[in-house]
């Protein structure tokens, strides 16, 4: 079993900034990818960033260049720097890994999911 834990949500005013962490633990091979997707009230849950195994990130056109992904592999953590935060940024931020157990299965893991509010 996988599991993911995050951390570093919370309140800010709009301009600020957050790091998201999320820590993977449990019977991992291996991780390919991790990232984050978020949802807003009443809306749909959407990709924000990803990043593979190689360093290889990816970004939803709302937050590039102003959010930055990152991993430790050795600490299976990947993080999320936020900056520029705005409004529109408020939702539930949930982790993803793309996990190889030791059986040869990859499971597509979710973390808890944390809150991030920017106030005007």
């Known amino acids: 079993q996988v599991q993911l834990v995050e951390s570093g949500g919370g309140l800010v005013q709009a301009g600020g900034s957050l790091r998201l962490s999320c820590a993977a633990s449990?019977?991992?091979?291996?991780?390919?990818?991790m990232g984050w997707y978020r949802q807003a009230p009443e809306k749909q849950r959407e990709l924000v960033a990803r990043?593979?195994?190689?360093?290889?990130?990816g970004y939803s056109d709302s937050v590039k260049g102003r959010f930055t992904i990152s991993r430790d592999n050795a600490k299976n953590t990947v993080y999320l720097q936020m900056g520029s935060l705005k409004p529109e940024d408020t939702a539930v931020y949930y982790c993803?890994?793309?996990?190889?157990?030791?059986?040869?299965?990859?499971?597509?893991?979710w973390g808890q999911g944390t809150q991030v509010t920017v106030s005007s």
């Open positions: 990043i593979n195994n190689g360093g290889n990130t």
């Open positions: 993803f890994a793309d996990a190889w157990n030791y059986s040869g299965r990859m499971l597509k893991v």
């Open positions: 449990g019977s991992i091979f291996s991780i390919s990818a």
